[in-house]
């Protein structure tokens, strides 16, 4: 017996995970992500696939498999049977889940209530893109006042069976750096074909990651994440939270702070900071959509516990015309703002300024200012060279800076210890770039 398993996606890079299972009566697919490492290798920020080219420039880059019956009919211009049964979504993170946007939407897309929370703020803070229309779309070419399709998703609870012609898909919770990830066991005629999705077992949710692996036990096929497999131990949420609320208190000035905001236990961690140190924690506006997406659902203060941020735009004097659409609406709800203001409480604030926000600083000039980057280092040229670019700005203006951050993922001791306790005949690599070191750790 041999279960039906395809990699498209995440085999010898980091994500863009697509996995494709073909029974008797039903393909399924589990993710599909964008492969950043792949899309990079052809594509940066001013080369970018052709709009006027639908999906044919990512097919042709081999960013999209070349499948039929898989596709929107706008984007490859024509009609197809549907040959696809549905995706299931691990969880909410781009190269697992963005280019759902090109699927044809009779497909159903499975994911967990925290997973669509997520969507729709990152949704409602972004700009139509063709590579990010996930939970609805526009037909292409867009036409004047043209409606959005919805796709068809549907909400898994974890533990609980859907069963998808001969295949019985049981999704369950694990722990990973943003909330609402799951792994899949799904049991079919041919065999268990259990998929970890991106699970770690060092994070604040490891019992979960614990009972993925008991529910999974006895997988004949374990499709496993390795982004980490070379790193033997991993750094606890708790090292960062200790970090960061004691940097936080000990400084007298202005403090500035980037992470990951869609990672729900980093934010609780630089919420108890800014309560520790009775400092307001002003966010710019796309981190406000989040806070209010999954404030109630995930037990976060709501956003009128927060500040925003308004930046500069179009006259730069912060006139009332400068702002549009939803981001103008919660300036109008929500106390906001200005860098004058943040500067004139710069001993009460912590800011939440992302390196790519950092033009910011020229208006707000801190003399006196520490910079908390909780981030992955970085791993390759492109990042380094940021990293670079960074620093320059941090000399600058003279800020002191500090780092703390734990991953997402498994170390390679874990994630032995999590194929050791699902036990499974064979081991399937994916969202690694060392597939082989995994095979050979796993064995
Ligand atoms: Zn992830």
Do not use: Q
């Amino acid at each position: 017996m041999k279960p039906p398993i395809t990699i498209y996606g995440g085999k010898k890079e980091i994500g863009g995970n697509k996995v494709l299972l073909e029974g008797r009566d039903a393909k399924l697919w589990l993710d599909f992500g964008v492969g950043y490492a792949s899309r990079s290798k052809y594509f940066e920020e001013f080369v970018n696939p052709r709009p006027a080219n639908r999906i044919g420039d990512f097919i042709e880059m081999g960013l999209a498999p070349n499948l039929k019956g898989l596709y929107r009919e706008d984007l490859i211009g024509r009609r197809e049977e549907v040959e696809y049964d549905g995706v299931f979504i691990s969880h909410a993170h781009m190269d697992h889940c963005a280019y759902v946007s090109f699927l044809n939407p009779e497909i159903p897309v499975y994911m967990s209530e925290v997973t669509k929370l997520v969507l729709e703020a990152v949704k409602e803070a972004g700009k139509r893109d063709i590579e990010l229309e996930i939970l609805a779309f526009k037909e292409r070419p867009i036409k004047k006042g043209a409606e959005e399709i919805e796709r068809d998703i549907r909400i898994f609870k974890s533990g609980k069976r859907k069963r998808i012609g001969e295949f019985e898909v049981t999704p369950v919770n694990v722990d990973h750096s943003v909330p609402g990830a799951h792994g899949f066991v799904v049991d079919g005629p041919e065999g268990r074909v259990v998929y970890s999705g991106d699970l770690r077992m060092h994070g604040r949710g490891r019992e979960k990651t614990e009972e993925f692996v008991e529910k999974a036990e006895g997988a004949d096929v374990l499709v496993l994440e390795g982004t980490r497999v070379e790193e033997k131990r991993s750094r606890l949420e708790e090292d960062v939270e200790r970090d960061v609320v004691k940097w936080v208190k000990e400084h007298s000035g202005l403090v500035l702070v980037d992470f990951n905001f869609k990672d729900v236990d980093r934010l609780k961690t630089f919420l108890k900071a800014s309560e520790e140190s009775d400092r307001i924690f002003v966010i710019p506006f796309k981190e406000a959509v989040l806070v209010k997406h999954l404030s109630k659902k995930l037990k976060i203060p709501s956003l009128d516990n927060f500040v925003l941020f308004k930046p500069k735009r179009r006259s730069g004097m912060f006139e009332e015309r400068d702002y549009r659409g939803v981001e103008k609406e919660y300036y109008e709800k929500y106390e906001s703002w200005t860098y004058k203001d943040v500067m004139e409480n710069e001993k009460k604030v912590m800011l939440f300024l992302s390196y790519y926000a950092f033009p910011n600083l020229i208006d707000l000039k801190p003399k006196n200012a520490l910079f908390i980057h909780s981030l992955s280092e970085a791993f390759n040229e492109e990042m380094e060279i940021s990293k670079r670019r960074m620093m320059n700005w941090l000399k600058h203006f003279g800020i002191e800076y500090r780092h703390s951050h734990c991953s997402g993922h498994a170390s390679g001791s874990e994630l032995r210890d999590i194929a050791k306790g699902i036990n499974p005949k064979r081991v399937i690599p994916i969202h690694t770039e060392h597939p082989r070191k995994l095979t050979r750790l796993v064995k």
